[in-house]
T-cell receptor
Framework: KQEVTQIPAALSVPEGENLVLNCSFTDSAIYNLQWFRQDPGKGLTSLLLIQSSQREQTSGRLNASLDKSSGRSTLYIAASQPGDSATYLCAAPNDYKLSFGAGTTVTVRA | GAVVSQHPSRVICKSGTSVKIECRSLDFQATTMFWYRQFPKKSLMLMATSNEGSKATYEQGVEKDKFLINHASLTLSTLTVTSAHPEDSSFYIC????????????FGSGTRLTVV
């Protein structure tokens, strides 16, 4: 069974600082890994989807890397803004279902 | 991109009544949809997998008679919370994966259910 862990659980940074969010998974035989953002009381917004054949994906200020051999993915957010404050979740497939980490709650201070 | 619409966003109901939540894939066909429950400050807990045209597959510990799932078409799945009790109050989220696509998952905006 796929188990996903996210560290740290919470992060508070001043505006402009770069963010590094970590995700580890136990079953490296994944076909992709997905990062999501969740605002309080809202659903999940997909940020990046990395296929198993890729080592990273980029979208604007966001960059996600994937190292299957070590069972790790990292989400980098450059030049953080207060609007980046949210909970970030990584999810890896467990057969056809998704296994989620507990999330990293980010607060960007103005 | 793929869009999943979930309705209603909030619902308050009385104990003993039933509530239906709809999940629609707007611009793609979803043979499989997923229903999650999220407790405050916790991650998502998968409740069941909804398969178009067949019975849903429930996760261990989820009461299938309380949480009825119907996936009658390739774009619509419904979750009905039957005989709701206050302990059923929670945030429910659906998700779908586009068949034959990039295999990423798209989530609805969630439904906040409060049972009084």
């Amino acid at each position: 069974k796929q188990e996903v862990t996210q560290i740290p659980a919470a992060l508070s940074v001043p505006e402009g600082e770069n963010l590094v969010l970590n995700c580890s998974f136990t079953d490296s035989a994944i076909y992709n890994l997905q990062w999501f953002r969740q605002d309080p009381g809202k659903g999940l917004t997909s940020l990046l989807l990395i296929q198993s054949s890729q080592r990273e994906q980029t979208s604007g200020r966001l960059n996600a890397s994937l190292d299957k051999s070590s069972g790790r993915s990292t989400l980098y957010i450059a030049a953080s803004q207060p609007g980046d404050s949210a909970t970030y979740l990584c999810a890896a497939p467990n057969d056809y279902k998704l296994s989620f980490g507990a999330g990293t709650t980010v607060t960007v201070r103005a | 991109g793929a869009v999943v619409s979930q309705h209603p966003s909030r619902v308050i109901c009385k104990s003993g009544t039933s509530v239906k939540i709809e999940c629609r894939s707007l611009d793609f066909q979803a043979t499989t949809m997923f229903w999650y429950r999220q407790f405050p400050k916790k991650s998502l807990m998968l409740m069941a997998t909804s398969n178009e045209g067949s019975k849903a597959t429930y996760e261990q510990g989820v009461e299938k008679d309380k949480f009825l799932i119907n996936h009658a078409s390739l774009t619509l799945s419904t979750l009905t919370v039957t005989s709701a009790h206050p302990e059923d109050s929670s945030f429910y989220i659906c998700s779908a994966r586009e068949a034959g696509g990039s295999y990423g998952y798209t989530f609805g905006s969630g439904t906040r259910l409060t049972v009084v």
